[in-house]
Structures are given as structure tokens and as C-alpha cells.
């Protein structure tokens, strides 16, 4: 079966340019999860939706990220004017339903380089 | 405030060794616990959690974690390491109405011959 898939694997951008990270979560999850992972640092908490609820978008960095996810299913996470602190691994995963009692399954992730 | 700390950065270990990984939590409601495994290039894989009942629990290959609440740690332990176990390992709270999981900064382990 098919697991989380994100797409790029790797990206490199100029300073200033926007980018497009996706999502494709397990078939039938309702809920998904963005994180970064930036060297020597664990995960941060990006954003994470849960069926047609409102996001909770309290982990996003600043008003240059926005996510959103269509039709349920698909996500893309997009940053404005990238910043070289931007650099990082972005994580996705998604799970049955949010909460803790129920697995996140992660994605390989997007490398995103700012040079 | 909650948060997730794994004292020790990078551990090497002899293969056939024993394993301890340290996580301590800080979490203001009834915490679930996770461990997560991330092996090069790869997403993460969940170890094994806990939720409640019996606080020494098991999970996928070999590993066995303790809750203990007074000390508001929840180690991973293995008792004979295997170098293809070389990976980060990262313990993380959350809990059963939060939506937010606290993940640590991770322990990268190295598996000696």
C-alpha cells in the first residue's frame, strides 16, 4: 500500500523566490501534518488539518508560509520570499484522525536549500 | 509548557551492546509518549507509544521503552544492539485532545563492529 508521498524530494532556490512543497497523505486520513526539521533541531510543528475544520495554523513561522489542503486530500505548503533560514527538511504525515492515540505516518520529506 | 528534552546529542554504542535513550517531558495533561526512528534519507517510523496501563511497553524490532511519571521520563532501551539500528531516534508527547505533538531534538546513534 501506499505510504505518505512528497514531492520534490530536493529543491534549491534563490533567495526571494516562492516555492511549492506537496503532500499526497494515506488514502482515507483525515488528518495531516506539516513539520520542519532544520539541523541539530527536532521537529517543529508547522500546521495540521483535520477534515473540513478550520487548520491550526499556530506554528507557522511567519506570514510568508500558508498551507492548504484540496479536496481533503492533497496539501502544499508554500513559502513566499524564501529566507536562507528557510533551509530545511519540510516533514509531512498524516493520520486516521488527529490526536494522540492515533499513528502519524511520515513522509520522506523535501529538502529545501536557499541559496 | 510542553516540551520534549533528549539530553544526549549523539551516542556510539559496541554492536551486541546494550542501549539507553534518555527523554524527559514536560507536558501539562496526561501525556501519550512516542518513540520514532529516522534512518538516512528516510520519514520517520514509529517505535512504540504509550498511553496508559502497563508503563513498560514494547515495540518493533526488539525495543522496549519505560514510563516512569515521578521522574517524567520515558527511556528506550534494547538490550543487544544491531548495526543496521545506526539511525536518529527521536521521543515525542502529545496527547489525546491536543492537537500539537513536542517533539525532542533527537539522539543520532552510531553502531560500532
Known amino acids: 500500500g501506499a505510504g505518505v508521498s512528497q514531492s520534490p524530494s530536493n529543491k534549491v532556490t534563490e533567495k526571494g523566490k516562492d516555492v511549492e512543497l506537496r503532500c499526497d497523505p494515506i488514502?482515507?486520513?483525515?488528518?495531516l501534518y506539516w513539520y520542519r526539521q532544520s539541523l541539530g533541531q527536532g521537529l517543529e510543528f508547522l500546521i495540521y488539518?483535520?477534515?473540513?475544520?478550520?487548520?491550526?495554523k499556530s506554528g507557522l513561522p511567519s506570514d510568508r508560509f500558508s498551507a492548504e489542503r484540496t479536496g481533503g486530500s492533497v496539501s502544499t505548503l508554500t513559502i513566499q520570499r524564501t529566507q536562507q533560514e528557510d533551509s530545511a527538511v519540510y516533514l509531512c504525515a498524516s493520520s486516521l484522525v488527529a490526536g494522540g492515540t492515533y499513528e502519524q505516518y511520515f513522509g520522506p520529506g523535501t529538502r529545501l536549500t536557499v541559496t | 509548557a510542553q516540551s520534549v528534552t533528549q539530553p544526549d546529542i549523539h551516542i556510539t554504542v559496541s554492536e551486541g551492546a546494550s542501549l539507553e535513550l534518555r527523554c524527559n517531558y514536560s507536558y501539562g495533561a496526561t501525556p501519550y509518549l512516542f518513540w520514532y526512528v529516522q534512518s538516512p534519507g528516510q520519514g520517520l517510523q514509529l517505535l512504540l507509544k504509550?498511553?496508559?496501563?502497563?508503563?513498560l511497553v514494547q515495540g518493533i524490532k526488539g525495543f522496549e521503552a519505560e514510563f516512569k511519571r515521578s521522574q517524567s521520563s520515558f527511556n528506550l532501551r534494547k538490550p543487544s544492539v544491531h548495526w543496521s539500528d545506526a539511525a536518529e531516534y527521536f521521543c515525542?508527547?502529545?496527547?489525546?485532545?491536543?492537537?500539537?505533538?513536542?517533539f525532542g531534538t533527537g539522539t543520532s546513534l552510531t553502531v560500532i563492529p
Open positions: 515525542a508527547v502529545g496527547g489525546n485532545t491536543g492537537n500539537q505533538f513536542y
Open positions: 504509550y498511553f496508559s496501563g502497563d508503563t
Open positions: 488514502s482515507g486520513h483525515t488528518a
Open positions: 488539518f483535520q477534515g473540513n475544520s478550520a487548520p491550526d
